[in-house]
């Protein structure tokens, strides 16, 4: 088992199908801003306007995980997702109340805590993920990268981007019958740098139609990196 890859066989078609709805979901939410201008309420127009962007926040992230584990697959067994909406939007609006309390200083908790909820959800097989990162932890790794990327005007942002991305990987573990697999990542600094300016040249040469097939780029570089 030991050396055994990930496979991710999403497709840019599909997720081009997904961008296309994304794009209608903000458009009518942006839509309401001009309606309410219109009717003479600008101010109820923004409010609601950044309330539906924080509505739809956590059924982005229910649909995406759902298609992102039903494309992924470990010596050709598939995952699948078992989390409930409905849990997941407790967990989401708890944590953006104590996010807004604490002027965003609780956003790193809340980052873990839905990670926390979802992975837990994620069954191959007859196996179970399990996840045991911890909220104080990640604060720490986003505040240092903050520091010295704001310190060396930008460059140790690639840095930055491996430590959390191997953060969120290297926290990961596949249990069944109380035996844990642990997960390791491959990623590095330069194969990000590679990968975003890649992504980057894509996005510009497309005008931005290319955006499906960045994400697909994206998860390939990352999933074809983690072993265990």
Do not use: C
Request: glycine share 12%.
């Amino acid at each position: 088992f030991m050396g055994s890859r990930f496979t991710f066989h999403g497709t840019g078609v599909e997720m081009f199908k997904g961008f296309i709805k994304a794009i209608l979901v903000f458009g009518l939410i942006y839509g309401q801003i001009f309606l309410f201008m219109y009717l003479g309420y600008p101010v109820i127009g923004f409010i609601l306007f950044y309330f539906g962007l924080i509505g739809v926040i956590p059924l982005a992230i229910h649909g995406s995980i759902k298609y992102r584990m039903s494309r992924t697959s470990w010596r050709g067994i598939h995952f699948g997702y078992r989390g409930k909406l409905k849990t997941l939007l407790k967990i989401y609006f708890r944590d953006i109340f104590f996010t807004v309390i604490t002027f965003g200083i609780y956003g790193a908790w809340l980052t873990i805590n839905l990670r926390n909820y979802t992975l837990s959800n994620v069954r191959v097989g007859n196996l179970q993920l399990s996840y045991n990162g911890k909220g104080g932890e990640y604060f720490v790794i986003l505040f240092i990268g903050y520091i010295l990327t704001y310190i060396t005007l930008g460059i140790y942002s690639f840095w930055w981007m491996k430590d959390i991305y191997n953060y969120y990987i290297e926290k990961l573990s596949i249990v069944q019958d109380d035996k844990k697999m642990a997960f390791k990542s491959s990623i590095t600094a330069w194969g990000l740098f590679q990968l975003l300016v890649g992504n980057f040249l894509i996005i510009i040469f497309t005008a931005g139609i290319g955006a499906p097939w960045v994400t697909v780029r994206t998860y390939k570089y990352i999933l074809n990196n983690i072993i265990f």
